[in-house]
């Protein structure tokens, strides 16, 4: 039972709440603008591989984050290509919002040699590291200690660059993550633990799983700095990162910023109704009155009304490139047979086939 004195995460986890639009005030509009831009990107990018998993064409699970766009993009805003970050199987916002090419996303998830991970990794195993990301997996948890270990090298390197661990609400009853946590703190690593809390680990709701709601209480046990933000704000996401982004790269020590948001599309696939073959039976509709995109896009027209031109000149602008990326993307080959061996082992094949 959990204790009535704790507090959790209060309005943040009710649809009915945090609906009005972000406050802009005081933000460079052309920096609001590439906020946006990038948070229409993300969302078109996976609406469209919504449509190719429905019609078939898409054959690997892929994993939508369609909701949860803010969070990505609120964090990449403080981030450089010399950070290091790793994701997971819901990633495809991390990897876009780094500023990895849409085409290779694409080509990725239809299996096309010009992918990001040359047609072999499908949703969920992305790359970009000239981007900053280093590398997805799909096992829950799996890239933590990773980061953890990036953290440690960056600490030995010197310099004033961080490693990036992008996680769920699932990830955080892993063993590795509390082992990562523990490590990080005593050893003072630079690393950022971003969760994104969208109450959901596959159809089983955080009351179900955890005696808590609130992820944070993790980084207070193990005296790490951390904030609670509304993952549906672009502006509070980025000016959160922005503050424990200068205590990480400054005391080379490591943060946590949990952001709660909602995912609108089912745990895996295209579908908004179905959790992993489970009828989903939630408040989806309200959830939705919280589009991080329609907040900013209402924050930034209550401050300038002639602002509508340039977003849906952002609006206009992802849909080309989209189209002509995917166009691109279908006309690539597949790997050919050397590739498969070429990408498992590094010494040469003679002609007989053997290594």
């Known amino acids: 039972m959990r204790d009535p004195e704790y507090e959790g995460l209060g309005t943040l986890r009710s649809p009915e709440e945090h609906r009005t639009p972000v406050v802009t005030t005081g933000f460079d509009e052309q920096l609001l603008l590439r906020w946006h831009r990038a948070m229409v990107l993300i969302r078109r990018a996976e609406e469209v591989i919504a449509e190719m998993i429905e019609s078939g064409e898409v054959r690997c699970p892929c994993h939508l984050g369609i909701g949860q766009e803010a969070v ?72 933590i200690p990773i980061a953890v270990g990036a953290a440690l090298a960056l600490k030995l390197d010197g310099g004033n660059f961080v490693a990036v661990s992008f996680l769920g609400d699932g990830a955080t009853e892993e063993g590795v993550f509390h082992e990562s946590l523990n490590l990080a703190a005593s050893m003072r690593l630079p690393v950022l633990f971003v969760i994104e809390n969208n109450l959901y680990a596959s159809h089983l709701h955080i009351d179900y799983r955890q005696p808590g709601d609130a992820l944070v209480r993790y980084a207070d046990a193990h005296h790490v700095v951390r904030e609670l933000v509304d993952g549906n704000n672009v502006v509070e996401v980025a000016q959160a990162t922005k503050r424990l982004l200068a205590t990480v790269r400054s005391e080379r020590r490591p943060a946590v910023l949990e952001a709660v948001t909602y995912r609108w599309r089912g745990h895996v696939g295209h579908r908004e109704d179905v959790d992993v073959g489970v009828e989903r039976r939630d408040n989806l509709p309200s959830w939705k009155q919280r589009d991080p995109i329609a907040r900013l896009e209402q924050g930034m027209l209550s401050l300038n009304p002639q602002i509508e031109n340039q977003l849906a000149k952002n609006r206009s602008e992802v849909d080309l490139e989209i189209i002509e990326a995917l166009s691109r993307a279908r006309a690539a080959p597949y790997p050919n047979e050397s590739a498969v061996i070429a990408s498992v082992y590094s010494t040469s094949v003679n002609s007989k086939g053997s290594v």
């Open 72 to 143: 990505a993009v609120g964090v990449a805003s403080e981030l450089t290509s010399s950070d290091r970050c790793f994701g997971a199987h819901r990633s495809h916002s991390h990897y876009l919002a780094l500023g990895a090419p849409v085409e290779g996303l694409l080509a990725e998830v239809l299996g096309r040699s010009t992918g990001c991970s040359g047609g072999f990794g499908g949703s969920m195993h992305l790359k970009a590291p000239e981007f900053g990301l280093v590398g997805t997996v799909p096992i829950v948890g799996a890239t």
